[in-house]
């Protein structure tokens, strides 16, 4: 594990969405509005156009 130890040696992590801010944002926002009410009202409307 000494080498993930950040005293001795910086760890990068890249990825298309590391330090976004935007997508920070809108996960946020997401977290926050998705209440079981609209979970389930978004299943109600996937079932009904996978029939």
Request: proline share 4%; charged share 25%; aromatic share 6%.
């Amino acid at each position: 594990m000494r080498i993930f130890d950040p005293v001795d040696m910086k760890v990068f992590h890249t990825g298309t969405f590391n330090a976004n801010p935007v997508t920070m944002s809108a996960g946020e926002v997401s977290v926050r509005e998705l209440t079981t009410e609209r979970i389930a009202a978004m299943e109600t409307l996937c079932r009904a156009l996978n029939d």
